[in-house]
């Protein structure tokens, strides 16, 4: 079955980097895109972009360029999203999606990481 | 950028009894294909969010019946027929039209028991 598992919390202080893991399987890593969502504290959900699994391009929405890299690994199918120059605002749950059997949108999501920045 | 605007920001139900929650964008979701790519999804707390209704009105696999999506072009809604305990949480519709750019949320419904 389709699983993505991301890594565990972190606590950062701000200045500092952080890259979130997202591990896939169940299915053919490079068929599918890789989706970031963002999830602040008591908000709602923000789409941060996308990573196409097979050319390895990055799109990121507006609010996410900058600071925000997304990677692949594929030959352990993972998904990566590194955060640099963190800032308090920064503290969030972070969430990888996949549209396994989806279109233009996602029907698979990894249990969220919290990174939380305070100093 | 298409914008998704939400109501109620948050709906007491009593048990058994209905709920529905609007979505409303601020361009038509009509995608090139005739298909009209508005999805929702539910968070319950402390949860991943999870899909239940993808392209307006059909139901992921799982997704108890009660649950129901219907609407066009800009308008749209997600009705629980009868609210049970395990419905509460946060509703969000999404709309996939407009990629690229991008995917937008709206802003979320959360849905509690009276």
């Known amino acids: 079955q389709v699983q993505l598992v991301q890594s565990g919390s972190e606590l950062k202080k701000p200045g500092a980097s952080v890259k979130v893991s997202c591990k896939a399987s169940?299915?053919?890593?490079?068929?599918?895109?890789m989706n970031w969502v963002r999830q602040a504290p008591g908000q709602g959900l923000e789409w941060m972009g996308w990573?196409?699994?097979?050319?390895?391009?990055?799109t990121y929405a507006q609010g996410f360029t900058g600071r925000f890299v997304f990677s692949l690994d594929t030959s352990v199918s993972t998904a990566y999203l590194q955060i640099s120059s963190l800032k308090a605002e920064d503290t969030a749950v972070y969430y990888c999606?996949?549209?396994?059997?989806?279109?233009?949108?996602?029907?698979?999501w990894g249990q969220g990481t919290l990174v939380t920045v305070s100093s | 950028d298409v914008v998704m605007t939400q109501s109620p920001l948050s709906l007491p139900v009593t048990l058994g009894q209905p709920a529905s929650i609007s979505c409303r964008s601020s361009?038509?979701?009509?995608?090139?294909?005739?298909?009209?790519?508005l999805n929702w999804f539910q968070q319950r707390p402390g949860q991943s969010p999870r899909r239940l209704i993808y392209?307006?009105?059909n139901r992921d696999s799982g997704v108890p019946d009660r649950f129901s999506g219907s609407g066009s072009g800009t308008d749209f809604t997600l009705k629980i027929s009868r609210v049970e305990a395990e419905d509460v949480g946060v509703y969000y519709c999404?709309?996939?039209?407009?990629?690229?750019?991008?995917?937008?949320f709206g802003g979320g419904t959360k849905v509690e028991i009276k």
């Open positions: 999606a996949t549209p396994v059997g989806a279109t233009r949108d996602f029907d698979y």
């Open positions: 999404m709309q996939g039209t407009h990629w690229p750019p991008r995917l937008t």
């Open positions: 169940g299915y053919t890593f490079t068929s599918y895109a």
């Open positions: 361009q038509s979701l009509v995608y090139s294909d005739g298909n009209t790519y």
């Open positions: 990573i196409n699994t097979n050319t390895g391009n990055p």
């Open positions: 392209k307006v009105s």
